[in-house]
């Protein structure tokens, strides 16, 4: 597990007692025994903590203004303010979400599927298909049981192969130009009613109905949600899923 020293660090709290964690460490450091120089860009599947902290920390987003690094975390909880955080500890890279990456720039149709923490991950890929300027078609499906970590707000883009009903979107997604949707199991105003492999068959469905081209399929989710949106794409050909092989959400 490599390890870097920790700059700075700072927190705030999101909707839905969720908690956006920011640590910045420096783009060059001494290679010894605790700590190893950055790579370009760190892989978004990997696991990450602060000292021995069990907190999970999911990737949202990744900056590298002049000689240091800025890393942006979403988490289920707060980090103590008597922690004195100075090491970010982070399991090492997973070769096979660099095709996720790929696909992200490249893939002409591409679903996106987000659960609790994770969606922290479909907000990364959503970016990099952003600035990939894909003239494709992008879509995000969310999932969390409970609450959002950010404030739902009405759609303002249409999709014909989502339920009528669910009109509630993240507005940086669609500010992206990307239409998505929310699900959940508690009654949330503007959500699907149901989790994120019901949202997925019901997506699935109407798209075939479409004469549907090929999508690429990517699931931030944990390894179980992972399953059961496998599971309900197979009678589908036209549909290539990727797992991105979390180990936050296991």
Same mark, same amino acid.
């Given at each position: 597990?490599?390890r ?6 700072s ?93 992200? %720039? +490249?893939?002409?149709? !591409?679903? &996106? $599927?987000?659960? =609790? ?8 890929? /959503? ?6 300027? %894909? +003239?494709?078609?992008? !879509?995000? &499906? $969310?999932?969390? =049981? ?8 009405? /759609? ?14 993240s507005?940086?997604? =669609? ?39 090929p ?6 989710a944990?390894?179980?949600?992972q ?21 936050t959400?296991?």
């Amino acid at each position: 597990m490599a390890r870097y020293t920790i700059q700075h660090w700072s927190q705030s709290e999101q909707e839905g007692g969720f908690w956006l964690l920011s640590v910045t460490i420096e783009a060059c450091q001494n290679n010894s025994t605790k700590n190893s120089p950055p790579p370009s860009e760190f892989d978004f599947g990997c696991q990450f903590c602060i000292n021995d902290s069990t907190t999970s920390l999911a990737l949202f987003q990744q900056t590298r203004p002049e000689s240091s690094i800025i890393l942006q975390f979403l988490s289920d909880q707060a980090l103590s303010n008597q922690m004195e955080p100075h090491t970010l500890k982070i399991t090492p890279p997973i070769p096979s979400n660099q095709a996720i990456i790929k696909t992200c %720039q +490249t893939a002409k149709n !591409v679903v &996106l $599927l987000g659960s =609790e923490i994770t969606i922290a991950n479909v907000f990364y890929l /959503a970016k990099i298909r952003h600035s990939a300027n %894909q +003239t494709g078609q992008t !879509v995000a &499906l $969310l999932h969390c =049981e409970n609450h959002f970590p950010f404030r739902i707000k009405p /759609a303002l883009r249409m999709a014909p192969t989502l339920p009528p009903e669910a009109i509630g979107t993240s507005t940086l997604l =669609e500010d992206w130009q990307i239409p998505n949707r929310l699900t959940s199991q508690s009654d949330l105003p503007g959500c699907f009613d149901g989790t994120l492999d019901k949202f997925f068959a019901y997506w699935l469905a109407k798209q075939n109905s479409h004469n549907p081209e090929p999508w690429h399929i990517i699931i931030c989710a944990s390894k179980e949600t992972q399953k059961k949106c496998l599971a309900v794409s197979h009678s589908y050909d036209w549909v290539h899923c990727l797992g991105t092989q979390q180990s936050t959400n296991d």
